[in-house]
């Protein structure tokens, strides 16, 4: 039998920051990290077991990107939730909380809302629309509609958290908003130096 290495799994993201303590306030009211470690040059957060899932450091030499949006590079990192109730209830805290997310989509596999970071980067929130990896893998890989649409449909969170209070099911509201029935009312921001095809 050949040898074959393990994959090794996604740890941690490393951001440069040039509002330290802002994005630690933000990723703590986002996302439940807290700091295991900080310093002056920078911190390591946590939002579950590990000793870090965001690092973030920072510099006197750090300077913020004017034209970041334009240049190549990361567009987001993602956190999901363990269901669509747990994406919607933290969808309504961080609105309470004057956070709103930019970009709002049923990408068919998930249901997706992206938020801002303090620096511009952009932080998907989501929650796998089947509640199993392998069916949402396999409905990816074989399915027509994400063929023809890889992107996902706009939707609007407030109508989806309003429909899930007034007693529709998850998958309910995923197959309603992937066939259109949630599109928001105002458009959205990809944040990206061209136009989404949603």
């Given amino acids: 039998m050949a040898n074959r290495a393990k994959p090794p799994i996604l740890h941690h993201v490393n951001l440069k920051t040039t509002r330290l303590q802002e994005m630690i306030d933000w990723y703590g009211r986002v996302v439940g990290s807290t ?3 900080q310093f002056e040059g920078g911190a390591w957060l946590s939002n579950d077991g590990a000793n870090h899932r965001i690092a973030l450091l920072t510099a006197p030499t750090v300077a913020d990107d004017p034209d970041k949006l334009a240049h190549a590079g990361l567009h987001h990192i993602a956190f999901e939730h363990e269901s669509l109730d747990d994406l919607l209830d933290n969808f309504d805290k961080l609105q309470g909380e004057g956070i709103t997310p930019h970009m709002m989509l049923d990408h068919g596999m998930t249901m997706s809302f992206y ?11 989501q929650a796998d ?3 199993d990896w392998a069916e949402s893998t396999q409905w990816m890989r074989t399915s027509p509609e994400f063929a023809a649409n890889p992107i996902g449909i706009p939707v609007d969170p407030n109508r989806m958290l309003k429909a899930r209070r007034d007693g529709m099911s998850p998958a309910e ?4 908003a992937y066939a259109g029935e949630f599109r928001p009312s105002q458009p959205m921001d990809p944040r990206l130096p061209f136009d989404l095809p949603v």
């Fill in 129 to 131: 629309n089947f509640g």
């Fill in 173 to 176: 509201i995923h197959r309603r």
């Fill in 35 to 37: 700091p295991h470690f």
């Fill in 115 to 125: 938020y801002v970071d303090p620096d511009g980067n952009s932080v998907e929130l």
